[in-house]
């Protein structure tokens, strides 16, 4: 194990489809010497079906219902978890998630996102019928400023300098409450979550 404290042997990272938590979370994994779990892949071999798959089958709500099974049993111990986009509709993960450590939040503006996923294969997005892709932004970005930890500005940043400065974050034996303010363009945003969070549907 890296230098890390034990209570951050588990680590989150929510966001928007296209802000980077599979890669920031890859890149985190190994420099703090954990073992890396993508939600996503993790949904579509348990299905046998890709995201996309899944909702023309089954529906956005069936998605949503996989990941958070898979959420609520998955070992979290010792890892980095990149979770889906959705998970934060889910308030029993949410608060198992941040029961095991921080979840750090990394937020990217929508100009940002909306190239990003544009220029990538499709992907399945669990939202309503009629939703686009701004929509579910706006929907969602409260619930994760709501639930996160750390806030990380990751929009015009490397994915290497986004891992790299969560770990030095986390290499801080502080807790949640004490923790010092941080310059947003740097290190991104320590946050005292409220014990009382809850997530709307």
């Not at 348990?46 to 898979?70: C, F, K, P, V, W």
């Not at 639930?147 to 994915?159: G, L, Q």
């Amino acid at each position: 194990m890296a230098d890390l404290p034990p209570r951050y042997n588990t680590i989150s990272l929510i966001g928007m489809p296209g802000a980077g938590k599979s890669t920031v979370g890859v890149l985190l994994a190994k420099l703090a010497g954990l073992a890396f779990n993508d939600t996503d892949l993790a949904i579509q071999v348990a299905a046998g079906a890709t995201l996309q798959e899944i909702i023309d089958s089954r529906g956005h709500l069936a998605l949503r219902a996989i990941e958070q099974d898979i959420l609520l049993s998955v070992p979290l111990e010792n890892s980095v978890i990149a979770t889906g986009g959705s998970v934060v509709y889910s308030d029993a993960v949410m608060q198992r998630l941040r029961g095991a450590g921080p979840v750090i939040y990394l937020k990217v503006d929508l100009d940002t996102l909306s190239r990003r996923v544009a220029a990538a294969p499709p992907r399945g997005i669990a939202s309503g019928a009629g939703m686009g892709y701004a929509d579910v932004f706006h929907e969602r970005t409260p619930l994760y400023e709501r639930f996160a930890d750390i806030i990380v500005e990751s929009s015009h940043r490397d994915p290497q300098q986004v891992a790299l400065d969560i770990y030095t974050q986390l290499q801080r034996p502080i807790g949640r409450k004490t923790c010092p303010d941080m310059s947003a363009a740097d290190t991104g945003h320590y946050r005292d979550p409220a014990p009382a969070d809850k997530a709307g549907p």
